[in-house]
């Protein structure tokens, strides 16, 4: 039995090189959202360092976040602690590319940045002592399960060691995580001190199971914080601080579990829902909200709902006060509306529908209605190709007119 405590931090999903939005100052964001995750986890002077997959967005990844990552993975070597790494999803790479050499993480293994754990148990050695034991699986999907009977059956032996704490590796949704599941905890073997997961996005632990996921180092994706409460921002990522001791009374080993986290570019979401107001309320209270909210540096979604009274047409354009919003670093505008009008659009052509609208809605008389066909056949070919963008400003002058000729 080897003299405790034991620490290590255990890190995930970096993502780097992710452009999202297709905004250089993203692609920034994650390397400084990881570099930041990794100086903070040399201050704890861990034994070694875990990452469970997705240290790239892409399985080749491009010279510029190929540098960053060497940079940070650099600091770390530069303390003389050991970075133990499995592949993630996006780590998954061409069979060609193992057969001509190996792919991007082997590439940073020869450079004795990390070591990468392929489908193996491996021992953690400091001064020349095992400290630990690792098993990593390589990223599966929905052959997990099988994947890791086969591997537990191939190292069955090592694994029913008690006198250094054993660790699992493992890149994969669990249940409880979200819908689309990799593996069931019932398939999970109590053979692990620590089970290291990755893929999961959002923090995530199953004490019972020793199960911990500390989330991706930045915000991958809006789904990981459009849950948070409307009047707090996203502003935090993390990571996993463990000190493993052992508890010679019952030959096992325990947990000692800290979630550290750091700041990243704040984000938020305003949901707004709107009950059968006119489009023209509906457009006032849209600007007021899109103002009041907007705050600098943040990345902001909005999302607006309801139903309005009026004609049906397509959807309600809420882009054009997009110009609004001046102090956010990003923001999304998503409309989302349904009209309670009695009147909608006939399947046999669009314009026999307009032509309804004119007479029942406005209830005008037939004789008036060549006039306005102009404007018809403007909506129709808008909406044929698709040009959304136009319709509102079209429709409003349609309409403006038809109210301008009945006073």
């Avoid at 997959?53 to 530069?78: C, N, W, Y």
């Avoid at 990981?224 to 990571?239: C, P, R, T, V």
């Avoid at 009147?343 to 005008?364: G, H």
Wanted: proline share 4%; charged share 30%.
């Amino acid at each position: 039995m080897i003299e405790s405590p034991i620490k290590w931090c255990h890190i995930s999903d970096a993502h780097l090189g992710n452009r999202q939005y297709n905004l250089i100052d993203r692609f920034d964001d994650f390397a400084l959202a990881f570099n930041k995750a990794v100086d903070i986890a040399l201050d704890e002077s861990p034994d070694f360092i875990l990452f469970t997959g997705d240290m790239f967005e892409t399985s080749r990844p491009g010279a510029p976040e190929l540098r960053q990552a060497i940079h940070i993975l650099s600091k770390i070597k530069s303390k003389g602690i050991p970075l133990y790494i499995i592949q993630g999803n996006h780590d998954t790479t061409y069979s060609r590319d193992k057969k001509y050499g190996g792919d991007i993480l082997d590439f940073l293994e020869d450079m004795e940045l990390l070591t990468y754990i392929q489908d193996e148990c491996i021992p953690v050695m400091k001064n020349g002592r095992e400290i630990a034991l690792i098993l990593g699986i390589q990223y599966y999907g929905k052959r997990t399960s099988k994947a890791l009977m086969e591997l537990l059956n191939n190292y069955r032996e090592e694994l029913e060691r008690t006198d250094v704490p054993k660790i699992l590796m493992i890149h994969a949704y669990f249940e409880g995580m979200r819908g689309n599941v990799d593996l069931r905890k019932r398939q999970l073997p109590h053979l692990f001190d620590y089970v290291a997961a990755g893929h999961y996005h959002m923090r995530y632990e199953d004490p019972e199971l020793r199960l911990y996921c500390p989330g991706s180092t930045e915000h991958v994706s809006s789904t990981e914080w459009q849950s948070s409460s409307e009047n707090e921002f996203a502003d935090e990522k993390g990571f996993y601080s463990v000190i493993s001791y052992c508890d010679e009374s019952q030959m096992s080993w325990k947990l000692d579990t800290k979630y550290i986290t750091y700041k990243v570019r704040p984000k938020r979401q305003v949901r707004t829902e709107f009950d059968q107001m006119e489009l023209e309320s509906i457009r006032n209270k849209t600007e007021r909200i899109l103002i009041e909210n907007d705050t600098h540096n943040a990345i902001l979604k909005f999302v607006f709902s309801g139903s309005y009274e009026g004609m049906e047409h397509p959807f309600v354009n809420l882009q054009r006060f997009r110009n609004k919003i001046t102090k956010a670093f990003h923001a999304d505008i998503i409309s989302k509306f349904k009209s309670i009008s009695t009147v909608t659009w006939k399947p046999q052509s669009r314009r026999d529908a307009y032509e309804d609208v004119l007479r029942e809605q406005f209830k005008m008389p037939e004789k008036e209605i060549p006039p306005y066909l102009s404007f018809v056949e403007k909506l129709i070919k808008i909406t044929e190709d698709r040009n959304y963008n136009l319709y509102e400003d079209v429709f409003d002058k349609f309409v403006k007119k038809i109210q301008k000729s009945q006073g």
